[in-house]
């Protein structure tokens, strides 16, 4: 009796703590939210409203009119496709190796692989902007793309998926005289079709969310992406806070489409690392 | 191996992909041409040595970037930062000129102590907050775990750009949200952006939105715990106390030395925060190590400090994440 009212106190503080937690991590999403569609002293009016006196869609019209949102959307998804479908052939063909093929080396190089993680962005940020210059790729997307498209993680991740592939079915293909490429290609790659998903998620927003590389590669406006205009927007001292917001907004929206649409492998995908170090 | 392997591999996994397989498998029977076993040549030494070579062929691109775009310029950089340089012209040698004037350089050591200010409370807020959080939700009093489990995680799929945004209206020292809430309770107005709280302020952007990766990370600890381990120590009458402190904790060690290293690192890193809530101010009061990099580097154009600046930040990353692995045993023989 008494244990089960003891139980029952706790069982109310755990969840009032986890959706106070909650609330207070949704109160900027809903004030962004709120604020793309108010007029900029409306905002800054005491008490604050959460809906609107008089909703309107101005600011959104404004951030398409005055600064040219669709160009920078499409260069922020042209350069995360680009990104993505280029980091996927190359993690799951080095992870493929990884995992299905013994040679000299192989520890070594993996080890290599794992220590190139721990080189911090910041130390070769100056001499890797030098080299995009010398290379000719300032300013383009090409710039952006290139020098993290072969990351680390991704071979790490695809290396555990492809372990998982099994070792007669290649050689049975072997037998039957396919090239190693081909069976990488026709037989490994679409048996681990749902690790590929998750890489293709993470992949994606990493490059759709990246903020200081391509503000240093990308020095011509109509080239830049989304964070960097976005930032771009932010003045501490005149600012029109609703068309900042509803960029903000619009620019959340398709990584939180992608991942509520797949979000189960996603989570799961995102542990990997974690649990195997 | 033959054709009993390939049927024992169709008849265990009907799944899509593997139907695929098979049927190239097949496809690839049926049309194969058998090759003179006497061929010669080019062709001859590839079928030889295709499986030896093809490997390094495959992981060659990693490795070929990684030398071009990460060692080559971790190897320029030290020497870049051995010089006095504006980004064209002649390079002047100065030694280790630029390591002696960082030590003395007031707004480094500013950038260096807010820095480490980061780390800290990384270490003291969010980490906690985060594994009560995981352990809250991997309780049997909670049942809705889905919820909070993905609630907690949204922020982190925001850009920092667009969550550092976010918050411009939440601490904006006159009608941010904060304070139009402490004005209702009759609280006056405190200024966050201001030197006294603006590291507070990038603390509580940066617990919105790494607060949640870190509890899936700890709750992937949490449910690897083998459960027979509570039910052993049930039987020996062990409370709930001494089942956290004695299975929980040891049990949690691998995880949290993983959450331990990649936070430390990230905060060490810490950049579009400080820079977009208060351009690294007021008078430098958030400024980040990596913040004065970009400002020497690119700002001010000075690339030899600034690769200097890199370098030291190199070094503490090494030094510490070395320490956190020692602290935890990872060089440790397992017996």
Known sequence: ?277 | MGLTGREEQIRAAPATPLQTAQSFLTNTVDSSIMKPADEKGLRAWWSRSERKVVPYVFISPFYILFIVFSVGPLIYALYLSLHRWPGSGPMRHVGLGNYTYLAGDPVFLKSLWNTVYYAIGAFLFILPLALVLALLINSTLIRIKSLFRIGYFLPILTSTVAATIMFLLIFNNQFGLINQGLALLGIPALKWLDEELVKISVLAVATWRYTGINVLYFLTGLQSIPPELYEAAQVDGAGAWAQFRYITIPQLRPIALFVGVVTMIGSFQLFAEPLLLANGGPNDASLTIANYLYRMGFTNAKLGYGSAIGWVLALIIFGLSFIQLYLFGAFRKED
Do not use: C
Request: net charge neutral; charged share 10%.
């Open chain 1, 1 to 277: 009796m008494d244990d089960t009212l003891t139980r029952r106190a706790q069982r109310t503080l755990a969840y009032g703590f986890l959706f106070f937690i909650l609330i207070a991590m949704a109160t900027p999403f809903v004030w962004m939210l709120s604020n793309t569609i108010k007029e900029q002293s409306e905002i800054f009016q005491m008490p604050p409203t959460l809906i609107p006196e008089e909703p309107h869609l101005r600011n959104y019209v404004s951030l398409f009119v005055d600064f040219d949102f669709a160009r920078h959307f499409l260069n922020s998804a042209f350069i995360a496709v680009v990104h993505t479908v280029s980091h996927l052939f190359l993690a799951s063909l080095a992870g493929f190796a990884f995992a299905k093929y013994t040679f000299p080396l192989k520890n070594f190089l993996f080890l290599v692989l794992l220590g190139s993680m721990m080189v911090p962005l910041y130390t070769i940020f100056i001499p890797l902007f030098v080299l995009v210059i010398r290379l000719g790729l300032v300013n383009s997307y090409a710039g952006v793309i290139i020098p993290g498209v072969a990351g680390a993680f991704g071979i790490f991740f695809m290396k555990q998926s492809m372990e998982a592939v099994p070792g007669e079915l290649l050689d049975s293909a072997r037998i039957d005289g396919a090239s190693e490429f081909r069976i990488y290609w026709q037989i490994a790659l679409p048996l681990v079709r749902p690790a590929l998903a998750v890489l293709a998620v993470l992949a994606f927003m990493g490059s759709w969310n990246d903020f200081v590389w391509p503000l240093v590669v990308l020095r011509s406006r109509e080239l830049q992406t989304l964070p960097v205009v976005m930032a771009g927007m932010v003045n501490l001292y005149r600012m029109e806070y609703g068309v900042v917001m509803a960029a903000s907004l619009l620019s959340t929206m398709p990584i939180l489409l992608l991942f509520l649409a797949l979000q189960k492998q996603f989570l799961a995908g995102l542990t990997v690392g974690a649990v195997k170090s």
